[in-house]
T-cell receptor, first 113, second 115 residues
């Protein structure tokens, strides 16, 4: 069975701090995708990144970076120099062999000015 | 392109009523899906479709029906609404229906309350 665990329910930081959101996944598939989505207070779901299971190269996009480690089944997300606009719920998700995308419960990030 | 659209944005039903949540996409995406989001939980897959005429069940299909008569539309029907179906419903689509599922793009959501 596929499962995604986001152990951090809520995180609160002060603006300009760095913050890492953890994501641990379980799957028996050898081919899978991992995703991060952002859900701001307005409620929509915004796609942030997709990572193929065969590509463990870390990725950086502006203040965002992702660390994919198959050895620990983790796909962690770091925001550098956080801003108030980063306040949102962040979801990690896993898609495997059966067209079934599984989401973690989400981490609510609050960035205080 | 409008992307993924959902109607209505808000709906209140009484227990036992039926209704259809509408979802449409104008990106010629093969794959469409419905999720529900409950407080403190991530999104859970209700039903999905890999193309017109093909649908399948997700993680929590009970109490819901779907059909996919066209590539663009994927309505979700609540047969007899129950308070346990109070939730926010998201429709999503992706270009391909490969396994694993390609990047999904989400509609704005429908907030449903069942009294």
């Amino acid at each position: 069975a596929q499962k995604v665990t986001q152990a951090q329910t809520e995180i609160s930081v002060v603006e300009k701090e760095d913050v890492t959101l953890d994501c641990v996944y379980e799957t028996r598939d050898t081919t899978y995708y991992l995703f991060w989505y952002k859900q701001p207070p307005s409620g929509e779901l915004v796609f942030l990144i997709r990572r193929n299971s065969f590509d463990e190269q870390n990725e950086i996009s502006g203040r965002y970076s992702w660390n994919f480690q198959k050895s620990t089944s983790s796909f962690n997300f770091t925001i550098t120099a956080s801003q108030v606009v980063d306040s949102a719920v962040y979801f990690c998700a896993l898609s495997g062999h059966n067209n079934d995308m599984r989401f973690g419960a989400g981490t609510r990030l609050t960035v205080k000015p | 392109n409008a992307g993924v659209t959902q109607t209505p944005k808000f709906q209140v039903l009484k227990t036992g009523q039926s209704m259809t949540l509408q979802c449409a996409q104008d990106m010629n995406h093969e794959y469409m899906s419905w999720y529900r989001q409950d407080p403190g939980m991530g999104l859970r897959l209700i039903h999905y479709s890999v193309g017109a005429g093909i649908t399948d069940q997700g993680e929590v299909p009970n109490g819901y029906n779907v059909s996919r008569s066209t590539t663009e539309d994927f309505p979700l029907r609540l047969l007899s609404a129950a308070p346990s179906q109070t939730s926010v419903y998201f429709c999503a689509s992706s270009l391909t229906s490969g396994r694993p599922t390609d990047t999904q793009y989400f509609g704005p959501g429908t907030r449903l309350t069942v009294l």
